[in-house]
Structures are given as structure tokens and as C-alpha cells.
């Protein structure tokens, strides 16, 4: 059974993020990402099957071997959605830096 899963249920694990992490260099075969981690193929295969089946790796065969590569479609499309929200944080730690500014000259000035 090929279930769709979330993006972001996906990369809600560690060791998926990680997996994500290290193929962002290059592709790998599922041993290869494996040897990375310290825990059993199975699991990991897992993770990776997860990965895939959000459409975030896509499995080329090459030969006998059979590489994951990153989505860079899928990837940005996750990118893109969360652009918003950092925008609004990123504004708010501004506000907050000005006011911790103003506050420390207020400081200074009274001393």
C-alpha cells in the first residue's frame, strides 16, 4: 500500500531531518545513508521510505544500486510555505532588538 504521507509529519523525526541533511550533498544508496547512523538498516530503509513516499527523495536506479536524491521541488515547496512565518518572526526579533536598544541607552543615559 503506497500511503501519501505529510511533508510535515515527515520531517517532524530527527533522523529523518538528519537523513534530509546528508543528502543535500549528495545522492546516496539506502546502505550508504545507513552506515550513517547508529541504528539498524531496517529502520533506517524506513525513514527513507517515509521520505520518499512524501515525494521529499526520489529513488533513481543505477545499475544494480539504487541512489536517493533530494526533491528540490518538494523541498522548496516546504520552503515556500514556511517563508511567511519567518518573515513575521523575524520582524518581531527586530521590534525586540530595537526596544532592547532603546532600553539599554535609557540605561546609560541615567547612570
Known amino acids: 500500500m503506497n500511503l501519501r504521507r505529510d511533508v510535515f509529519q515527515a520531517i517532524a523525526d530527527p533522523t ?5 541533511l546528508l543528502l543535500a550533498g549528495q545522492a ?3 546502505g ?5 547512523f547508529d541504528t ?3 529502520t533506517v530503509s524506513k525513514h527513507i521510505r517515509i521520505l520518499t513516499e512524501c ?3 526520489q529513488p533513481v ?3 544494480r ?3 536517493y536524491h533530494i526533491n528540490a521541488l518538494k523541498i522548496k515547496e516546504v520552503a515556500d510555505f514556511i517563508e511567511p512565518f519567518r518573515k513575521i518572526w523575524d520582524e518581531r526579533f527586530n521590534h525586540l532588538e530595537a526596544v532592547m536598544k532603546n532600553y539599554q541607552n535609557q540605561q546609560k543615559n541615567a547612570t
Not at 550508504?32 to 550513517?36: G, M, S
Open 32 to 36: 550508504a545513508i545507513a552506515a550513517n
Open 55 to 57: 515525494e521529499l527523495l
Open 65 to 67: 544500486e539504487i541512489y
Open 61 to 63: 536506479q543505477q545499475g
Open 16 to 20: 529523518r531531518r538528519a537523513i534530509l
Open 40 to 42: 539498524a538498516r531496517p
Open 28 to 30: 546516496m544508496t539506502a
